[in-house]
T-cell receptor, first 113, second 111 residues
Framework: EPEVTQTPSHQVTQMGQEVILRCVPI?????FYWYRQILGQKVEFLVSFYNNEISEKSEIFDDQFSVERPDGSNFTLKIRSTKLEDSAMYFCASTGHPYNEQFFGPGTRLTVL | GQQVMQIPQYQHVQEGEDFTTYCNSS?????IQWYKQRPGGHPVFLIQLVKSGEVKKQKRLTFQFGEAKKNSSLHITATQTTDVGTYFC???????????FGGGTRLMVKP
C-alpha cells in the first residue's frame, strides 16, 4: 500500500540553525500539507500546498518557514533560523482531493537545543 | 479563527466498557474527520462525515455528525486493549481545506 515517507526520523539542531525536513507524498496525490505536534499536544496545521504554491497557511507559518516542491516527488519544509519552541514532531500529509482523508507520514522529531 | 474542542482530554476504561469522545466546533463545518494516533505513531484516518445528522458505523465504532454540523462524537462499544490511543476530530469549514484538529481524547484501556 502506498505511504507517505519522511526523512530524517529525528533531527537535532542548535538554535539559530536552518533545518530542512523532507517528505515524499503518495505519488498520485496533488495536495500536500505540513502539521506540527508539540509533545503531548494537538496536531496543528502549518501549511497546505497545491499546484506549486501555498494555498493556505496558519499563523504559526511565519517568515521563518518555507515550503518547496523541488522535483516531482519531494516536498520540503524549511525553518530558516530555528528557535527552542520549534521543537516538535512535524508531520507531512497528502491527499488526492482536498476534502478527502489525509495520509500522514511517520513524522520527523525536531529537537532544537 | 475556527476552534475545535474535544472532551474529555483523558479516559481510563476497563476492557469491555464503552467509551465516547465529543467534539465541538466554534463554527459550522463542511465536514469532519476522525483520526486515531497510537502512542509514538502518526494520525491515521478513521472516517469522514459530511452530511448534517450523519451516522456511520465501523464495527464497534459509531460516528455522529450533529444536525448543525458543529459537533460530532465517536462511540466505541466494548473497548479492547487495541483501542488504546488518542482520538482526534478534525474539521474543515467552507473557507478552505485546512484541517483544524481538536485537542484529542487519550483513551487508556485496562485489561
Amino acid at each position: 500500500e502506498p505511504e507517505v515517507t519522511q526523512t530524517p526520523s529525528h533531527q537535532v539542531t542548535q538554535m539559530g540553525q536552518e533545518v530542512i525536513l523532507r517528505c515524499v507524498p503518495i505519488s498520485n496525490h496533488l495536495y500536500f500539507y505540513w502539521y506540527r505536534q508539540i509533545l503531548g499536544q494537538k496536531v496543528e496545521f502549518l501549511v497546505s500546498f497545491y499546484n506549486n504554491e501555498i494555498s493556505e497557511k496558519s499563523e504559526i507559518f511565519d517568515d521563518q518557514f518555507s515550503v518547496e516542491r523541488p522535483d516531482g516527488s519531494n516536498f520540503t519544509l524549511k525553518i530558516r533560523s530555528t528557535k527552542l519552541e520549534d521543537s516538535a514532531m512535524y508531520f507531512c500529509a497528502s491527499t488526492g482531493h482536498p476534502y478527502n482523508e489525509q495520509f500522514f507520514g511517520p513524522g520527523t522529531r525536531l529537537t532544537v537545543l | 479563527g475556527q476552534q475545535v474542542m474535544q472532551i474529555p482530554q483523558y479516559q481510563h476504561v476497563q476492557e469491555g466498557e464503552d467509551f465516547t469522545t465529543y467534539c465541538n466546533s466554534s463554527t459550522t463545518l463542511s465536514n469532519i474527520q476522525w483520526y486515531k494516533q497510537r502512542p509514538g505513531g502518526h494520525p491515521v484516518f478513521l472516517i469522514q462525515l459530511v452530511k448534517s445528522g450523519e451516522v456511520k458505523k465501523q464495527k464497534r465504532l459509531t460516528f455522529q455528525f450533529g444536525e448543525a454540523k458543529k459537533n460530532s462524537s465517536l462511540h466505541i462499544t466494548a473497548t479492547q486493549t487495541t483501542d488504546v490511543g488518542t482520538y482526534f476530530c478534525a474539521g474543515t469549514n467552507n473557507a478552505g481545506n485546512m484541517l483544524t484538529f481538536g485537542g484529542g481524547t487519550r483513551l487508556m484501556v485496562k485489561p
